[in-house]
């Protein structure tokens, strides 16, 4: 089963990459773009005998490894 686990800054936690980012399409003039967040996509194959069973394991990967908890949040997305 294919997983995704998109990981991103939680509101308030400075994103230096997102200021750099909406900076750099700013100055190629994408000046209506009002603000960036970089987050990360982490893609997963799991070995599992439902969707639930997946979707469990992926939970505790980024509880345990992919997301630090004080600073970020995150997402699992079932990839079909």
């Given at each position: 089963?294919?997983?995704?686990v998109n ?33 990360k996509q ?39």
């Amino acid at each position: 089963m294919k997983i995704a686990v998109n990981v991103h800054l939680k509101a308030g936690v400075l994103d230096p990459q997102g200021k750099a980012v909406l900076h750099a399409l700013h100055t190629l003039g994408f000046k209506e773009v009002e603000d960036v967040r970089v987050g990360k996509q982490i893609l997963l194959n799991i070995n599992a005998k439902d969707k639930e069973e997946a979707i469990k394991k992926a939970e505790e990967m980024a509880k345990e490894l992919l997301a630090n908890p004080v600073i970020e949040n995150y997402e699992i997305e079932v990839k079909e």
